[in-house]
């Protein structure tokens, strides 16, 4: 069993600044990428970015592009999520995601965190 757990969340102003973080936990597996979904209220999941485990290479949605970053440590399958600059729009539940090596698509998931950017 594996289990992803993100935390960072919280309320913060338009134009300030959010870190999440996202430790796997459990069964040992090898990451093809971990990955942020988020999903506001009322809308459908959305991807934010993820990052390719063998070579790091990123890739972000056009709409946090230039604001958000994803890193990883050396070592581990933990996965964060700068946010600066954050709208109002940003406000969702964000999801930390891993496809694992030898899966089809993303394959676990946590339960989320909650992210209230006010105006």
């Not at 102003?13 to 990451?31: I, M, N, P, V, Y």
């Not at 990052?51 to 050396?74: C, H, L, Q």
């Not at 394959?107 to 992210?115: A, E, F, I, Q, R």
Request: aromatic letters at 12%; charged letters at 15%; hydrophobic letters at 35%.
């Amino acid at each position: 069993q594996v289990s992803l757990v993100e935390s960072g969340g919280g309320l913060v102003q338009a134009g300030g600044s959010l870190r999440l973080s996202c430790s796997a936990s459990g069964r040992t597996f090898s990451s093809h990428a971990m990955g942020w979904f988020r999903q506001a209220p009322g809308k459908e999941r959305e991807f934010v970015a993820r990052m390719r485990w063998s070579n790091g290479e990123t890739y972000y949605a056009d709409v946090v592009k230039g604001r958000f970053t994803i890193s990883r440590p050396r070592a581990g399958n933990t996965v964060y999520l700068q946010m600066n600059s954050l709208k109002p729009e940003d406000t969702a539940v964000y999801y930390c995601a891993a496809h694992a090596v030898g899966a089809q698509t993303w394959n676990y998931w946590g339960k989320g965190t909650l992210v209230t950017v006010s105006s």
